[in-house]
């Protein structure tokens, strides 16, 4: 199994950027494919975005694609969340995932090992 330790929430005005980071332990890194999930106050989990195995593959929500960047450095076992274009609407607890699958995960329901969260707020 692998373990994962997201970093790098904090709090940011409309406009800026933030970096999310997702540390992994465990199995070989590599064998993962990662997403990004979000949940804000008194809604559901949402999909972010995601990236395959090897980095090749990626894809996001409509709501963020064009502002956030998902990658991902197998010799560090980091996946990132570049986050741009920051909206008010982008605050919640942004979660990372793990999956070892042939394809790619786009569903929660796909994804077998969590982190615990961090938090980001956006101030308007």
């Known amino acids: 199994q692998v373990q994962l330790v997201e970093s790098g929430g904090g709090l940011a005005q409309a406009g800026g950027s933030l970096r999310l980071s997702c540390a992994a332990s465990?199995?070989?890194?590599?064998?993962?494919?990662m997403g990004w999930f979000r949940q804000a106050p008194g809604k559901d989990r949402e999909f972010v975005a995601a990236v395959s195995r090897s980095g090749t593959s990626t894809y996001y929500a409509d709501s963020v694609k064009g502002r956030f960047t998902i990658s991902r450095d197998n010799i560090k076992n980091t996946a990132y969340l570049q986050m741009n274009s920051l909206k008010p609407e982008d605050t919640a607890v942004y979660y990372c995932?793990?999956?070892?699958?042939?394809?790619?995960?786009?569903?929660?329901?796909?994804?077998?090992?969590w982190g615990q969260g961090t938090r980001v707020t956006v101030s308007s």
């Open positions: 995932a793990a999956r070892s699958s042939l394809w790619l995960p786009l569903s929660g329901d796909e994804y077998r090992y």
């Open positions: 465990g199995r070989p890194f590599s064998e993962y494919n």
